[in-house]
């Protein structure tokens, strides 16, 4: 079982934030970004889905109020990461920092605008915590690492642990699959679980 973040380690960069109306209505609560703030990487998730009031600890970020805890994306990604030795060398948040509720009660995907009213709360974590690498979760996550060099993403999978440069972040980036859809996508890209763990410790600094 994963570490879970306590309130010390709650990077709170703007109480109340208000910029996006409709994730102010669908949001539990804020899910911000959680570590240390000399980490040498940070995780950047996609955002805080809709969690599990009734979960023991880990109820999700939209109830926490800390990025990745979730019962099944945070525990399998830090779970990763304390396995790889990076317990207490990761920060780990989100693109987008409130939970984006669909129609039918799940997560939609973020709006571009969405998106790009997070992206000065995440500038400002890089430039706090300046780590080695960023590694991105999923496709938005990605997206919005692009997004900083006015770059589009075109074909997540091609981008699956090819890491880029980011100009204007001046950081290295390592696109993953998301934690949640991990399972259906490693055998379609050829790798067992094991040799993805490996392909990732590759990577790291």
């Not at 948040?93 to 129609?103: D, K, L």
């Amino acid at each position: 079982m994963p570490t879970h973040p306590d309130e010390s380690e709650k990077n709170v960069l703007e109480p109340g934030c208000a910029r996006c109306p409709a994730l102010v209505e669908s949001r539990t609560c804020i899910s911000w970004g959680n570590g240390p703030t000399d980490a040498d990487v940070v995780v950047v998730g996609e955002a805080p889905g809709a969690g599990d009031p009734d979960a023991d600890i880990w109820k999700g970020g939209n109830h926490t109020g800390f990025a990745y805890t979730s019962k099944h994306s945070g525990r399998r990604i830090r779970s990763l990461f304390e396995s790889l030795g990076y317990a207490d060398r990761t920060y780990y948040t989100n693109a987008v920092n409130c939970f984006p509720e669909g129609e039918d009660g799940s997560n939609r995907e973020p709006t571009p605008e969405e998106r790009r009213n997070c992206r000065v709360h995440l500038e400002t974590e890089l430039e706090a915590v300046s780590p080695d690498l960023v590694v991105t979760t999923g496709r938005h996550a990605t997206a919005t690492l692009l997004a900083f060099d006015d770059e589009r993403l075109d074909g997540f999978l091609d981008r699956v642990l090819e890491p880029f440069d980011s100009e204007a972040l001046d950081v290295r980036v390592l696109p993953l699959l998301h934690p949640s859809y991990q399972e259906v996508w490693l055998s379609r890209l050829g790798y067992t679980a094991e040799a993805y763990r490996d392909a990732i410790a590759e990577h790291l600094p």
